[in-house]
C-alpha cells in the first residue's frame, strides 16, 4: 500500500507549485495589461476632474470588473478553451470574428502602449521617444525569444507590477492626500458621473484584457473543474491588483490637488508627481510610465495572439508571431509617432463591442453549455450577476458606437 501512495503525493505537490507560479503571473498579466499609459492618463484626468468624488467611480468599476472576471476566468479556466474556441462551437465562426475585432484593437493601441514606452524613456534618461520606444519593443521581442518564454513573461509582468505599486505607493504617501475625504466619497460621493464610470469599467477590462490572464492560466496548464478554487481565487485577486495600482495612482494625484496646486500643463500625471516629490517624483514617474507601458505591450501582443493560434501551435510558433506582432506594432509607431487619433477612436469602438460580444458566449456557455464544462454545475449566483454585468457591456458597446459616429462625421 505505502508504494502506491508516494507517487501519488508525489503527482499533487508538483503541479501546485507550478500552478501557483503559473496563476500569479495570470493575475499579474491581466492586471498591468489593464494599467498601460491610457490608465494613468485617464486615471489623472478624471481625479482633476472630480478630485475626491472619484473614489465611488474607482469602487464601482472594481466591483464590475470582478463581477465580469470571475465568469470569464471561471468558464475559460474550467473548460479548458480560449473564448474564441468557445465562441466558434456555440456558434462557427463567431471565434474568428471576434478574434479579429481583438488583433485590430490590440494593434492600435499597442502602438500608443510602445509611444507610452518612449515616453517614459524620455522622462528618464532624456532620449528620444522614438529611439526610447524601439529600445522598449526590442526587450519585449527578447522576452518571447527566451527559451522558457511563458516563466520569463510571468516573471517581468510579477516584477514590474509590484514595482508599480510600491513607487505609486511612496509618491502617495508624500503627497498626503485626504484619507478621510476619500473614503467617505468611496461609499456617499458628493458627485457622480456615470460616463466616467463606464470609461473606467471599459478601460480596465474592454477588449483583450478580459482575456489576458484566463488565456494565460490555461495555457500554463491551469484548468478543470478541480482547479475552480484557484481559479476563483486569482481572478479576484488579479482585478484587485488593478484596483490597488489605481487607487494609489488616484491618491497620489487627490493629494497633489487637494493641496491647492492647479495642474495645468499638457502631461498632468508627469506634473503631478514632480509637485508631490520634486524631481525624484518626476523621475519615478518615468519608471511607472515604462513599466505600465511596457507590460501592456507585452500583455496586448501575447493575448492578440493567443486568438489566432490554437493549443495545438507550438510554444515557438507562438513566440515567433507574438515577436512579428511586437515588430509590426513598432515600426507604425516608428513611422507615425504615435497611434493616430482616428484609429485609436475606431479601436476605442472596437473594444467597446468586444466586451459585450465575447461576454455574451461566456454567459451562454455558462448557462447552456454544460458539456463544455465537463459536466460542471456553474453557480447560480455567479450566473446572475454576471448578467447584471453583461447588461452594462452592452451600454457600453452602445456609447463605444458614437465615437465611430463622431469619426464618421
Known sequence: ???????????????????RGALLGAMFLMATSAVGPGFIVQTTTFTVQLGAAFAFAILVSILVDIAVQLNVWRVIGVSGKRAQELANTVLPGAGWFLAALICIGGLVFNVGNIAGTGLGTNVLFGIDPKIGGLISAAIAIAIFLSKR??????????????????????????????????????????????LIITTLIGGTIGGY????????????????????????????????????????????????????????????????????????????????????????????AYTS??????????????????????????????LLGQAPATLLIMAGAVNGLILPVGFAVILWVAWRRRDLLGGYIYPKWLLVIGVAAWLLTLYLGYRSLGGLVALWA
Not at 2 to 11: E, L, M, N, W
Request: glycine content about 10%.
Open 149 to 194: 518564454a511563458g516563466v520569463a513573461l510571468d516573471k517581468i509582468v510579477v516584477v514590474l507590477g509590484a514595482v508599480m505599486i510600491l513607487l505609486i505607493g511612496y509618491v502617495a504617501i508624500v503627497s498626503q492626500p485626504p484619507l478621510g475625504e476619500a473614503l467617505k466619497n468611496a461609499v456617499i460621493p458628493d458627485n457622480v458621473d456615470f
Open 305 to 334: 495572439i493567443s486568438f489566432v493560434t490554437t493549443a495545438k501551435t507550438s510554444p515557438r510558433v507562438r513566440s515567433i508571431a507574438t515577436c512579428v506582432f511586437i515588430a509590426v506594432s513598432a515600426t507604425v509607431f516608428t
Open 1 to 19: 500500500m505505502a508504494t502506491s501512495v508516494t507517487p501519488v503525493t508525489r503527482k499533487l505537490k508538483k503541479p501546485k507549485n507550478r500552478h
Open 209 to 300: 484584457i478580459t482575456y489576458a490572464g484566463a488565456h494565460r492560466m490555461i495555457d500554463a496548464g491551469v484548468s478543470g473543474p478541480e482547479n475552480v478554487g484557484e481559479i476563483t481565487k486569482s481572478s479576484i485577486l488579479g482585478i484587485i491588483i488593478t484596483g490597488v495600482i489605481r487607487v494609489l495612482l488616484f491618491l497620489a494625484i487627490l493629494g497633489v490637488v487637494a493641496g491647492g496646486v492647479a495642474l495645468t500643463s499638457d502631461n498632468l500625471a508627469a506634473e503631478a508627481f514632480q509637485s508631490a516629490a520634486g524631481d525624484i517624483g518626476l523621475k519615478l514617474f518615468g519608471v511607472i510610465l515604462w513599466a505600465a507601458s511596457i507590460t501592456s505591450v507585452i500583455g496586448a
